[in-house]
Structures are given as structure tokens and as C-alpha cells.
């Protein structure tokens, strides 16, 4: 394909910048290295300390029940020859595997599998050797045991954090070619651009039917699929993640035959309906064929045990201690206006399934009755949710309403299941139809008595900025995540911002 005067000036600039970027920045292939080269020296001083602490816990601390003295030099060179020991058990269990490293839970539950089994290689070691050497004791190997578990694992999560902040520095790079801008591509490359931590740069677009030199969200279509095997050698291009859904299948068995056995580039290839996919898919082969099925939820494993934690751990000290805040602003209700002290607002939750959230009430009885009559009204709540300065809302409900007060009943929700301390907006089962094709991502995760709308701004967002952020919240869930918007929203609550 020739390319036009704008599509070469722009590859030019690309090449132009790799040259020197090189020098001072790491792209996937020397990044790669760069980690693989660091990990087993730190995994060693890691485990290392485990040992070295659970030798001064078992035999020089006198609180010891068993305090006894153990030859110091024996355990030194068994630790020796311990330490490369575990560092073959890591690698034998992937944890110097590019695919396994920097991302998600399973690091983790490998650094425990390996420990554990490192474990298990001494005590048969301590069996055969019984009576020849001295006996390894059996305290010191369960203290070991306990130890390095969470300081190896300390160990690497310092580390990935280290990596995580060098790639927003723009540092250990993946360069990567998007081969389809529709809007599947485009999503990818704008979650891309929006998570810096992943450490993709994406370069360009390739696609069949843009014109090369268009702009898409931020980087230019650089040509089309007969140029990639040129493009992916001139850019020294990392990655390649391929959209099925914005080429045809001759074209991306063409794109495998001819790039899939390269070594220098990674052939990837997007799940076809991102929209869905963002939950997390199983991959499973039944009879030898591959087949994907989605996540119920989008939060699993270790990740939903440590959100259930952070829930029941912060909501039952709360409901304990605001006990009396409770009882005080009930009899505020009642001593206010007539009608129960509890609102219940029917919400949709995981799975679709309904439940009712619970508020203190903030509006007179007659609430529903008094929207039929003022249409004015009834369109702007119907547009956007809300309804500022809403005649509605009772003397007392506006100062819940402002300090968010009326919002704490949803502790019972969280001690319920229903709701999490942090999560999406709850909605109404109306509102749902306005997520549109995002609606299957909402119903994964349960709504939150707080998130990223109650930090950005709350009741003055349009409810597009609403759904934008929760997806951006379910797309990109950590629990860090969690942390640090239980934090800001603090601060949101006590400058009463967008509140009404």
C-alpha cells in the first residue's frame, strides 16, 4: 500500500521518537528483561528475611515456650541452599512468566503455592536426613512457613507498584498496534488510555476502512491490513491486539499465518463484545474446543473476599457506633412531618434481582402525588434523576440530604448482601434501560452506599458523566479503588458538594 504525505509523516515522527526513547525508557521486550532480572534477586532477600526472622523468633527470643539454642551456622548454609531451592519452585510454578506477572490476584495465590511447597520440601528433607545432622526443627519451619507468605508477597506487591508508577512516568512501555478502529477498538484504546498502570502505548489504529492519517481517539490510523507486517518491523511494534469484529475472517487468519509465529511481536486477540467481556470470561475445552462463558460477576475470588472483609469490617463498628445518631434522627423524623421514619426505594441489584434500599425518609408522604401534578417537575426528574431545589423534600430532609445522614440506613443493605460500601450508583429498575448495552456490566457488581459519582460531583453530573463512571469503576475495580474513595468521600460529604 503506499501510504499518503500525512500517514508517512506521522510514521516518520513515530520512528523518529523510538530512537531516543530507547535510550531512557524501557519498552515490553527490555522492560520484561529489565523485571525478570530483578525478581529472583528480590524474591531471594525476601525469602531470605522470612528465614532469618523465624530464626530469631524460634531460638533467640526467650518468649519462646520451647526457648532453646539451635547452632547458628547449621541453619545459615541450609538456608543456603534453601533460598535457590525456592527460587526454582517460583519459576516451576510461572512466577517469572511475563503472562503471569503484574496483574491480577493469581501472582499472589502462586507466591502461596510455592511457599507452601517449599515448606514440604524440607520436612522430607529434614525426614531423610534425620539422625545424620542435626534435626530441623518443626517450630522454626512453621514460623518460616507464616513469614514468608506475606513478606514475599509484600515484596512483590512493593515491586508491581514500582512497575505500575514507571509506566505512568511512561516507562516499560507495551508498543502496540489496534488492527480494527471501530468501536470496539476505539473502547480498547480510550480504557487504554485512561489506565496508564497497564503500560500499553498504543501507537495506532490499522484498519482497512479509515483513511490513514485519521485521527481516533488521540493516535492516527496508520494504514491498512496489507501494510502490518511492515508497520510492526519499522515500529518495532511489541503487540498486536487484533478487533475480530472490525476485519474479516480471512483477514485475521491472514493477520495469524503471517504474524502469529513472528517471536518479536505478540499476537492478541480482543474478545469480540467488549461491552460483555469487561466482567471476565472462563475459558474451558470441551472435546478439544475452546469455549469462553462470562462471569456471573464481575469481583471474584481472593478480590470479592477482600471487598466482603472491607464491608463487614467498616459497616458492623459503624452500625454500633452510630446507634444513637439513629435513634436521634428518627425522632427528628416524626416530630418534622407525619409518615415512617424509613423510606424504601426499590432498586435493582446483582443479577437483576430487586431489593429495597433503605433511606431516612427526607420527603412528605404525599411525594408521588405531588410530581403528578407539577409535569415540570416530573420531566426534569425524569431526565436526569433529580430534581433540584424538589419542593418535596421536608425542613429536616434537605440537612440529611446535604450531610448524606439520610444515606446511612444502606449499612443494613451492606450487612444484608444486597449493597457494598463502594460500588456503582443504585437505580431504579426504570433507569436501567438508560445503560443501554452496558446494562449486563451494572448487574455483576452491587451497588454502592458510595463510588466514583459520589466523588466527581454527584447530583450535578449529567447522567451520562453517571454511567461513564460506573463503567469506568467496574472496568477498572481494585480494592486500592475501594479504599480511596471511602476516603474521599469524606471529604466530598463534609464540603457538602452536590448535594441536594
Known sequence: MQTTKETQAILDWLVGQSRPREQVRLTRRGGMRFVLALLPILDAMTIGLSFALAYYLRFANPLWPYYAVYSSAFYFQLVLGLIPTWLILFAIYGLYEPR?????????????????????????????????????????????????V???????????????????????????????????????????SVSPAAGVNVLGFVDDRIAPGTMVEGVPVLGNCEALSSLVKRLKVDELVVVPT???????????????TNNGVTVRLSPGLYELFTTGVQVQEVGFVPLVSLNKLRITGADAVLKKVLDYGLTIPSLILLAPVFLVIALLIKLDSPGPVIYRRRVVGTGGRHFDAFKFRTMRVDADAYLEQHPELAEEFRRTGKIKNDPRITRLGRFLRTTSLDELPQ????????????????????????????RHNLLTVKPGLTGLWQVSGRSDLTYEDRVRLDMHYIRNYTIWLDLRLLVNTVGVVLRRKGAY
Not at 502461596?112 to 522430607?124: D, K, M, Q, S, Y
Not at 472490525?246 to 502469529?260: F, N, P, Q, S, W
Open 150 to 192: 506475606p513478606i514475599v508477597g509484600s515484596g512483590r506487591f512493593v515491586f508491581r507498584r514500582f512497575i505500575y508508577r514507571m509506566r505512568e512516568r511512561g516507562r516499560f512501555l507495551t508498543r502496540t498496534l489496534v488492527v480494527g478502529a471501530n468501536d470496539e477498538g476505539r473502547l480498547i484504546a480510550r480504557q487504554w
Open 246 to 260: 472490525a476485519v474479516g475472517r480471512e483477514t485475521l487468519l491472514e493477520i495469524y499465518r503471517t504474524l502469529g
Open 411 to 438: 449499612l443494613f443493605n451492606v450487612l444484608l448482601g444486597q449493597m457494598s460500601l463502594v460500588g456503582p450508583r443504585m437505580i431504579s429498575p426504570p433507569e436501567l434501560e438508560k445503560f443501554g448495552k452496558w
Open 100 to 148: 503471569n506477572l503484574l496483574g491480577g490476584t493469581g501472582e499472589y495465590a502462586r507466591v502461596v503455592n510455592a511457599c507452601t511447597i517449599g515448606i514440604v520440601v524440607v520436612l522430607c528433607y529434614s525426614f531423610f536426613v534425620r539422625g545424620l545432622e542435626q534435626d530441623i526443627s518443626r517450630g522454626w519451619l512453621l514460623v518460616a512457613w507464616a513469614l514468608s
